[in-house]
């Protein structure tokens, strides 16, 4: 193994990254190393590249960007039991403190002490890069490095969706980024009955087409109210799964919703939401549930058997793949919206 890797770093307090040649990291006792497949970038990756406010306060340069990954093990550390050089894994990006409330009752993925692995520590956006072993995914090998590099983001469609108990009910997903894409075949696959989707981005509104949605529309100039109306009976959605983080979009809605229907929140607003309680959600009898990351390791489990019996086709999210060093290529996309899920290949 070569002792030095290229690797996209963060390396200041300002918009950007650079490519460099650094040592390949040493797996510590408890980590495993991995030789990178491929990586995808996630809007976090973006954030921290633009170095906007959520950045400031959580990363610290110098820093390897990067989360999503698929890879080859190729080295274990002290103590490592559970994976062995040569495994095809990916890596949940969660790294719990297993001591706290949350830890100890199985709700890891809240832990209060969380760390993000390529926020709080050094990422996979490199030829090699360090993963906890509690983190370890083992793939099915059936399943492509470049499909299984994707599995976490899947997560969290699959989180946001399972929470809806789809099965035969009407569904809306607001937003059509690769989370609110990725829900799209996951709903489906759930059963439901309808899938309708919003989205004002003309590039991600076809898109979603592909990925099987039944109606697609831009909710900022068609009339969303009727088509819910229309395609419901008039009874409006069961399920809202909220994938924008756009306030207009949680209203919105809320507003599409059944009495007694749910709404799970993915998308993250900007600030605080006004939200008219007592008409929107109050006397409705709404369930509104928030969804963070994925829940470890159900949705791993889920994203498995869904890639592993091709239940889901993820293929039209895959919009591009760049070589690693063409990293600012895809941060530029992913700024433009223009895109689906961009891979990049080291
Ligand atoms: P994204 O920003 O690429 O996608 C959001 C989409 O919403 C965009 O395509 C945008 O055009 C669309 N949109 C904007 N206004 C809208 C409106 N009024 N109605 C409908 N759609 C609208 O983000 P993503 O990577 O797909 O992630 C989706 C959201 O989920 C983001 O807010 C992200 O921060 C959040 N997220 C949360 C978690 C979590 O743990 N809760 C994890 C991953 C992502
Ligand atoms: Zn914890």
């Given at each position: 193994m070569t002792s030095s890797m290229k690797a996209v770093v963060k390396t200041g307090p300002e918009y950007g990254a650079e490519l460099k040649e650094i040592p390949v990291?040493?797996?510590a006792s408890g980590q495993v190393l991995v030789k990178i497949q491929r990586t995808s970038i996630c809007g976090s990756d973006l954030h921290i590249y633009k170095w906007n406010k959520w950045a400031e306060n959580n990363v610290n340069p110098p820093q390897i960007m990067g989360h999503e990954m698929a890879g080859e093990v190729v080295a274990l550390g002290e103590g490592v039991t559970s994976?062995?050089?040569?495994d095809f894994v990916s890596a949940e990006t969660h790294i719990p403190c297993g001591q706290c409330y949350q830890c100890k009752t199985g709700l890891q993925h809240i832990c209060v002490?969380?760390?993000?692995l390529g926020v709080h520590t050094d990422g996979v956006f490199a030829d090699y890069a360090v993963i906890e072993e509690v983190d370890v995914w083992k793939n099915d090998p059936a399943i492509s490095a470049r499909y299984a590099s994707i599995q976490e983001p899947?997560?969290?469609a699959i989180d946001t969706i399972r929470a809806g108990e789809v099965a035969a009910k009407n569904v809306l997903i607001t937003g059509a980024g690769p989370a609110g894409l990725l829900a799209i075949p996951v709903a489906n696959a759930f059963g439901a009955a309808t899938v309708i989707v919003t989205e004002p981005n003309d590039y991600r509104r076809d898109l979603a087409e592909k990925m099987g949605a039944d109606f697609v529309i831009n909710p900022l100039e068609e009339d969303l109210e009727a088509l819910v109306a229309e395609v419901t009976d008039g009874v409006g959605v069961d399920f809202v799964a909220e994938m924008s983080g756009a306030a207009a979009a949680i209203k919105q809605g809320l507003k599409q919703i059944t009495p007694g229907g749910r709404i799970a929140l993915l998308g993250v607003p900007d600030g605080p939401v006004e939200i008219?309680?007592?008409p929107d959600l109050i006397f409705k009898g709404i369930d509104m549930i928030g969804v963070t990351g994925?829940?470890?390791?159900q949705t791993w489990f889920i994203a498995r058997r869904l890639l592993k019996e091709e239940k889901i086709d993820i293929e039209p999210v895959i919009t591009h793949e760049f070589p690693l060093e063409d990293f600012?290529?895809?941060?530029?996309l992913m700024e433009s919206g223009n895109c689906g899920k961009i891979v990049?290949?080291?």
């Open positions: 990291p040493d797996p994976v062995e050089v040569g002490n969380m760390k993000i899947l997560g969290n008219d309680l007592a994925r829940e470890m390791f600012a290529k895809g941060m530029e990049l290949k080291p």
